[in-house]
């Protein structure tokens, strides 16, 4: 019953996703987004919709209640407008407390199958994750910078023939085309699934010039 319950609240957390995916798709928010989702790249992509969703377009940092007072120092507030760190402290009519934004975390166990083997089996749990502006400094602890913790993708050069052709396999293989142009500046690209396109921005991309100079994609 246990398990059931929580089968239920993951299949109802994808049910809204996807129907405010249908909403959104289409509209002028789309290119907003991916300006947005490219402050979460260690996130994957439902995770990235499910914080803009719940925690709105000016969602910078999220993490868990725990991994903000082990990482930055840092508490979440039990209201956000008076910014009392206990609920006892709230000196509001009503309290304000700070949006749970639900996330999916993969998780394992482990299971004997019928020829006594013990296999791993991965499932998905809905866990929650706070905004870093729903936050205060722990008084005696140092400030730390959140820029310093957060994570960022860099590619060397020299190590990125396998990468470009494990990439470019993906894309020849679902009939896109790749090309590179002149986008915005916090832009890095996007996938368009009404041209089956994929396009990376030209001022952003380190291994633009290789792949350019290899002809393998279309130039724009």
């Not at 166990?109 to 929650?128: A, P, Q």
């Not at 400030?143 to 190590?159: H, L, R």
């Not at 090309?179 to 030209?202: H, K, P």
């Amino acid at each position: 019953m246990k398990n059931e319950t929580k089968n239920n609240k993951v299949k109802d957390l994808l049910d809204d996703l996807h129907k405010s995916v249908d909403d959104f798709f289409n509209s002028d928010k789309w290119a907003n987004y991916l300006k947005f989702s490219s402050k979460f790249i260690t996130r994957s992509a439902n995770n990235q919709l499910l914080i803009w969703f719940f925690g709105g377009e000016d969602t910078a940092l999220v993490m868990g209640y725990k991994q903000f007072i082990t990482k930055l120092n840092r508490l979440v507030v039990a209201c956000v407008v008076c910014r009392a760190i206990a609920n006892k402290n709230c000196s509001c009519d009503e309290r304000t407390p700070p949006v749970r934004i639900p996330q999916l975390a993969p998780m394992t166990y482990k299971k004997t199958n019928e020829k006594g083997e013990e296999e791993e089996k991965l499932f998905f749990r809905v866990v929650y994750v706070f905004k870093y502006s729903d936050t205060e400094q722990i008084d005696d602890k140092p400030y730390i910078e959140p820029s310093s913790i957060v994570e960022k993708i860099d590619v060397d050069f020299e190590d990125t023939e396998d990468y470009i052709q494990a990439f470019t396999k993906i894309i020849e293989d679902n009939k896109f085309e790749l090309s590179f142009q002149n986008l915005e500046e916090d832009l890095g690209g996007y996938c368009s699934y009404s041209t089956n396109e994929n396009v990376i921005n030209r001022n952003k991309s380190r291994i633009c010039d290789k792949l350019e100079s290899e002809r393998r994609i279309c130039i724009s």
